[in-house]
Every structure is written in C-alpha cells, then in structure tokens.
C-alpha cells in the first residue's frame, strides 16, 4: 500500500512539475495538477495540503537531480582541474533545464514561501562545500596555489550566478563551451601576464 501511495505522489510531483515549469507558481492551479493527473482536486489534497506542498515537492526533486548529476558527473573524473570545469559546465547547463529550482533560487515573490530560505540555504551550502572539497584535494595535490579553500569556494559560487543572467536569458546565440572556457581560464589563470 505504501509503495503505490508513493508512486502516485511522484506522479502528481512529475505532472506538476511540467506544469509549474510552463504557467510558473503563481499561476498553476490545483485544478489544473488535479485534472493533468487525471485525478479529482480531492484526490490531490489526500496527497498534498496545499499548492505550496506541491511546489515544495518538485524543487526538492529538481534540487535533488542537480545534486546527484554533479556528483557522478565529478566523481567519474580523478583531476581536480577537471573536476572544477566539469562541476562548472554540469551546474550551468542543468540549472538551466530545472526552471522551477531556478525560479524558487531567484524569484523575489517565492520569498515569502516558508520554505524557499531554506531550499536557497541548503543549495548555497552545498555548492560550496563541494567545490571546497575539489580545491582542497587540487591543493593537497600540489594543483592550487589557494590559501583559504572555502573563500575561494564562495567566490566561484558567486562568479557562477553572476553568469547566470546571460547564460539563459541572452536573445543571442550563446557558445555555451567558449565561454565556460573563458570562464575557467579566468579562474585558474586570472588576467594578469606572468
């Protein structure tokens, strides 16, 4: 009984999912999730309680499928250099495909959901204890010359959403790969001639 009670919740979760990703939160209904499931909106309040719970339901999925990328995608890889590039180009191209995470990461009028902070919270510090973990293994390894791991961790966290922007909201083409190159060689190399 359990296992198909769960199996109709990660349906319903699935279903609103593409739903939220199309109207957005704020104009998703529950009927509109009760009759894509094919389900009586009672139905979808003996699952869930709200709209809210809903919503909740699917950026944890998204937060969880980022998470779990990024880790077999770096951990396939022994190079600390490498694995900061390809945690780089995983996370860019991923978050883009996961529009309700993004938009419960970035959007001002989901402040108010209760549970938004501590999405946003935990996805912060998740990043950045991953990326400290590379840079302390590539220092370790005699790769980084970086004095504080966990500093250095922020400050690409935070080179990251700032190129968020462009990278999905650009009207131009955007080469994806030459400018994550650019990125990284920013990063490791910085702009000063040596």
């Keep these: 009984m359990l296992a198909q009670h769960d199996e109709a919740k990660a349906k319903i979760i699935d279903i609103a999912r593409k739903i939220f990703s199309h109207f957005g939160f704020k104009k998703t209904t529950m009927e509109e999730i009760a009759s894509a499931s ?3 909106k009672s139905s979808i309040y003996y699952y869930f309680n709200s ?3 809903i919503f909740k339901a699917v950026v944890e999925k998204e937060a969880e499928e980022l998470k779990e990328e990024l880790h077999s995608g770096i951990s396939e890889i022994d190079d600390p250099i490498e694995q900061l590039k390809v945690y780089i180009s995983i996370r860019m191209q991923k978050l883009k495909k996961l529009t309700n995470f993004y938009t419960a990461l970035k959007s001002e009028y989901l402040t ?3 549970f938004i902070e501590d999405i946003r919270k935990n996805y912060d510090d998740d990043e950045v ?3 400290t973990i590379i840079i302390q293994d590539g220092i370790d390894r005699g790769k ?4 504080d791991p966990y500093l250095s961790a922020v400050a690409i966290v935070t080179a990251m959403k700032g190129l968020e922007v462009p990278f999905f909201f650009s009207k131009e083409p955007v080469y994806f790969e030459d400018r994550l190159n650019d990125i990284v060689n920013f ?3 910085g702009i000063i001639k040596r």
Excluded: Q, T
């Design 38 to 40: 094919r389900k009586g």
């Design 51 to 53: 709209k809210e719970e």
């Design 112 to 114: 108010n959901l209760e």
């Design 129 to 131: 204890r991953m990326i």
């Design 144 to 147: 980084f010359a970086v004095e």
């Design 187 to 189: 990063l490791f190399y």
